[in-house]
């Protein structure tokens, strides 16, 4: 198959839309499809064309002018590579790659990753529409998008070509217990709940230390909070990372405090490091770990009961133990190979021609 991936930009920054999308277009290409993305650019550039894959320069920023141009030069970009499957990850992609598959003759594939933001529906215009998770698929047919369209394909990035092993990275020296969260710096990540749950159980365990790693819009505010309380030097803002594997494997409890969330990715990472986790029960948040047998569910909005969630994990050395063994069983299906074979059999429905091929060649 000739597969092309659309995405805003392909930068190295923690977006997990784009590593999802990132580790797919190497390992179609590994497995021996023709494989493109089309995006504004960045450092994973060189991973694709390691694998084989292609890149297109396409600037999908939301201007008027540029989106005259962008869609040009989206045009250009199919005449060229002649795609089957067009996979769009964002909405802008989704619209542009929607206006134009009739008239190109490829099918159309999108997948929701954040199904709470209202153009999400827009992605209903692909011929399948991928949910990251039943949470997701549920949340789509309540908006109108019809069910025999979706398939659900749960994310996962474990094995992902984009890194190494989690045996092959030294655990940062952090001071214990940690406690941290790997997340943008936004409002909607729970980071205020976390700071304050953090306060209200820091003088019970002066030893503590929370780390929050990722950056946004929102760090100076919250880095405005936490030099309100009485325990700034103990909460530390590490900005981006990019082996936050490092932070996991050295953390006790991680949390991701999260008001909304479609599927949860670093939760999965935090699991294969042995971290006992604590996470907002909303969403697709309850599938990635496994109902609540992989990690603790608290109510989303709530620092009062994040706080208690933490206070008994950091009290009881056994019930810390139990989450950090609970976290790390049935791990495998989070792998980076079960998403893309996933998202092949997807494609397969759409290029029937496709079968007929493999067919002939197995015969």
């Not at 990275?169 to 952090?174: H, K, S």
């Not at 980071?191 to 100076?220: N, Q």
């Amino acid at each position: 198959m000739r597969i092309l991936h659309l995405t805003n930009h392909i930068q190295q920054i923690g977006n997990g839309i784009v590593n999802v999308a990132v580790d797919l277009a190497c390992l179609q290409a590994a497995s021996g499809h023709d494989v493109a993305m089309a995006s504004a650019g960045g450092e994973y550039e060189g991973l694709l064309a390691n694998y084989g894959a292609q890149h297109f320069q396409l600037n999908q920023s939301r201007t008027p002018p540029n989106l005259i141009k962008a869609t040009g030069h989206y045009q250009k970009i199919i005449q060229k590579f002649q795609p089957d499957i067009v996979h769009a990850h964002m909405m802008t992609g989704s619209v542009l790659a929607g206006l134009f598959k009739k008239n190109f003759g490829y099918s159309l594939v999108t997948t929701v990753h954040n199904e709470f933001q209202r153009s999400a529906v827009l992605m209903g215009l692909a011929d399948r529409v991928i949910a990251v998770s039943n949470a997701v698929a549920d949340s789509m047919v309540r908006r109108g998008i019809p069910r025999k369209k979706l398939r659900v394909v749960a994310n996962g990035t474990l094995g992902s070509p984009r890194h190494r092993s989690i045996l092959d990275y030294e655990p940062l020296p952090l001071h214990r217990p940690a406690i941290a969260t790997v997340a943008g710096m936004y409002q909607r990540k729970g980071i205020g709940e976390l700071i304050d749950g953090f306060v209200i159980i820091a003088a019970d365990f002066p030893d503590a230390h929370l780390y929050l790693v990722g950056d946004g819009p929102d760090r100076a505010m919250f880095e405005a909070k936490v030099q309100n309380t009485a325990f700034a030097s103990r909460i530390h803002f590490e900005g981006f990372q990019s082996e936050p594997q490092r932070y996991m494997l050295a953390t006790d409890i991680f949390v991701l405090a999260s008001h909304h969330e479609s599927f949860g990715l670093v939760l999965t990472e935090a699991r294969e490091a042995g971290c006992a986790i604590i996470a907002s029960d909303v969403d697709g948040i309850p599938e990635t770990l496994d109902n609540g047998e992989a990690g603790v569910l608290v109510s989303p909005k709530n620092s009062f009961a994040v706080a208690t969630a933490m206070k008994k994990l950091l009290s009881n050395p056994w019930e810390m133990q139990k989450w950090k063994y609970q976290g790390k069983q049935n791990i495998e299906r989070f792998s980076a190979a079960r998403v893309n074979k996933e998202t092949l059999n997807v494609y397969r429905e759409l290029v029937p021609n496709y079968n007929l091929c493999q067919s002939s060649m197995i015969v």
